[in-house]
């Protein structure tokens, strides 16, 4: 383990890569293509070389020969066309190789980036919570999800197309050197010059990318608060949208900046390239040296100037095609390095298979000086943790905003794993149990749920619907779901619902989908729970009624209540008309609990939970009152 976290913190030192880290980096992404299609990748670059040797030969000994037959008299018109029909036939398979290869490809490139993407959400799945509160990999996810796909397509490409370029220009040398070596330097001097300016040019323009990325995001945010509907309401009936204008602009002024920088050092190095690679070198020196060599010391025949020339302004084409290959090889290296980073993430919680089995009988859960702290900060979210869960007991956990209670929840269900200390469960380490397994202990509603552009039915169940062959869920099942509803109150809407548990869910893709208030999508949630009754020892509801008024808060806790059964319940809440009922109430501030008991020796201690408890009293008795009459 001490070995993988070195070698992650090795990774995330920057983006100024070795080149031996960008050609690892290609390489891992063309292994990665490998693994899903070699057949795709060896054709690629199969068709590649055998297009490039045969434009090389095309351009520079065809060229030749057919200039010498035709100055020869010797031969007769036949054999020219004879040659020129040979020509344009295998000039003709050629386009057509390299036509079909790429139609052929771009229709596998689909199937691949589909497995791509599979993957990635795949390794997103089971990626550590802890990973998400981490912004240097949270910006790592981001732009890896975003170039993945390109990113692979590139690298194959960029690597075929260097490899086809350098088998041309190793075919065009040979021609060249056979018949004067001195023109290949004038190419080479180009390309050296194009592979320094290119480079140069995209260090900026990878720099200016990143930067954009961080950048815009302000803006991206800013611009996208206004077209979400659940910000509508607070824009329409406020002034926020004045700092989140400025913000805006803000972002822009400092993108226009940094782009101006930038653009000017690219147009300088761009200009440099122009005039030294083509100005100079290629339409001015060639010709030059031919010229002389054939005009003036009579070294070559005309034949050999005309392929010559050719070759050479082959050479320059390939080699400037070479750098812009190189270009996007570079690309791809460093956009690896953070496609590299997530993939190789090594998974500690999520993929623990432990080395004990969970106890097959509800047993006691145990925190036993339990500290935690998040990575990077300067102190302890959470010190000297200490308490214990038996079987059926209903615990609440209390306290202002920031106390660390959702954290502590975290750490139960093993989201988290603990600093110092430790959580027992049965008497054993829960990490000495595997994750998934333990987590099958938990019923749990946090209070930042989600409802998904799924039927109502899997937003309960959270996971495939089992069906019959004619598609219809099973009845065992739809009752359980029904149920389920019923324990959340949440019958009454059910019953309106067009296609009942069928129901779309959001209208993200469903026009008719259907589009539930703050109280209704929290029923839901809570009835996920319910809907494991029979399965989980513990229940965790974090806030479960905070959308929903006193009456329908007050017949919820009696349902969980009821469906727990024999299961511990800990639950967090700000509204303290919860906890009367609960078996003994944790009171946490700044990470610690304070106090403990129930809510008589609480109230009689007059300590802060005291303080909490009445300050809420008079609205609470007044809400419950006002609902009470209008219930009548």
Not at 201 to 230: G, N
Not at 489 to 501: E, I, Q, S, Y
Not at 527 to 539: L, V
Request: hydrophobic content about 45%; some cysteine.
């Amino acid at each position: 383990m001490p070995n993988s976290k070195t070698k992650q913190k090795e990774l995330q030192k920057g983006d100024k890569l070795t080149i031996r880290r960008l050609f690892a980096n290609v390489g891992f992404i063309l292994k990665y293509a490998i693994a899903i299609d070699k057949v795709l990748v060896y054709t690629i670059m199969a068709s590649f070389i055998v297009c490039g040797v045969i434009y090389a030969l095309f351009d520079t000994l065809f060229l030749k020969l057919f200039i010498e037959i035709i100055t020869d008299n010797t031969k007769d018109l036949t054999i020219t066309l004879i040659f020129v029909v040979v020509g344009m036939v295998v000039m003709a398979l050629n386009q057509l190789l390299e036509i079909a290869a790429e139609n052929w490809a771009r229709a596998k490139f689909v199937k691949t980036t589909g497995i791509i993407q599979k993957d990635f959400i795949k390794k997103a799945s089971e990626i550590d919570l802890i990973c998400y509160d981490n912004k240097d990999y949270f910006n790592d996810f981001v732009i890896a999800a975003s170039q993945s796909e390109e990113m692979i397509t590139t690298g194959i490409l960029s690597t075929a197309w260097i490899i086809g370029n350098v088998t041309t220009i190793l075919t065009l040398g040979a021609l060249i050197m056979s018949i004067n070596p001195v023109i290949a330097l004038f190419p080479i001097a180009g390309f050296i010059i194009n592979m320094i300016t290119r480079f140069k040019i995209t260090k900026l323009e990878y720099d200016y990318e990143m930067e954009r990325k961080r950048i815009m995001r302000k803006a991206d945010y800013s611009k996208r608060v206004f077209y979400q509907p659940e910000y509508a309401k607070e824009i329409k009936l406020s002034n926020i949208e004045i700092p989140l204008q400025k913000q805006f602009e803000e972002a822009v002024d400092e993108m226009q900046e940094t782009a101006k920088a930038v653009g000017v050092k690219i147009a300088i190095y761009s200009l440099i390239n122009w005039i030294c690679v083509f100005t100079l070198l290629s339409f001015f020196c060639v010709p030059m040296y031919l010229g002389y060599l054939a005009l003036v010391v009579m070294k070559i025949s005309l034949g050999d100037v005309a392929a010559m020339n050719s070759a050479q302004s082959a050479v320059r084409n390939r080699l400037d095609e070479l750098n812009y290959a190189i270009v996007e090889f570079q690309k791809v290296g460093q956009f690896a390095e953070r496609f590299r980073r997530f993939i190789e993430y090594e998974i500690h919680i999520e993929k623990d298979s432990g080395k004990g089995k969970t106890p097959p009988e509800k047993a006691v859960l145990e925190i036993k000086n339990m500290s935690f702290r998040y990575e990077g900060a300067d102190r302890n979210t959470l010190q000297n943790i200490n308490l214990v869960v038996k079987p059926g007991e209903k615990i609440a956990l209390v306290g202002e905003n920031g106390a660390g209670k959702t954290t502590f929840v975290k750490l139960l269900m093993r989201l988290y794993d603990v600093t110092e200390g430790g959580i027992f469960y049965g008497g054993a380490d829960i990490r000495e149990y595997a994750t998934q397994d333990y987590r099958k202990l938990f019923g749990a509603v946090f209070q930042d749920y989600q409802i998904y552009g799924a039927s109502l039915a899997e937003n309960i169940c959270m996971e495939p619907i089992e069906r019959d062959d004619k598609n219809t869920m099973m009845s065992d099942k739809k009752k359980q779901l029904e149920k389920a509803l019923d324990l959340a109150d949440f019958t009454k809407k059910l019953k309106k619902l067009p296609k009942g548990l069928e129901t779309e869910m959001t209208r993200e893709f469903c026009d008719d989908g259907t589009m539930l208030s703050g109280g209704e999508a929290q029923k839901v949630a809570i009835a996920r729970m319910f809907a494991k009754s029979d399965e989980f020892s513990i229940a965790v509801l974090d806030e479960p009624s905070s959308a929903l008024d006193p009456l329908a808060e007050h017949l919820l806790n009696q349902n969980m209540m009821l469906g727990a059964k024999d299961a511990a319940i800990i639950f967090i809440s700000h509204r303290l008309s919860t906890t009367k009922d609960a078996d003994r109430i944790y009171m946490f501030e700044n990470g610690q609990i304070i106090e403990e008991g129930t809510h008589e020796e609480l109230m009689t201690l007059q300590g802060e939970y005291a303080i909490m408890f009445n300050r809420q009293a008079h609205y609470y008795q007044e809400e419950l009152v006002e609902e009470t009459e209008n219930m009548d």
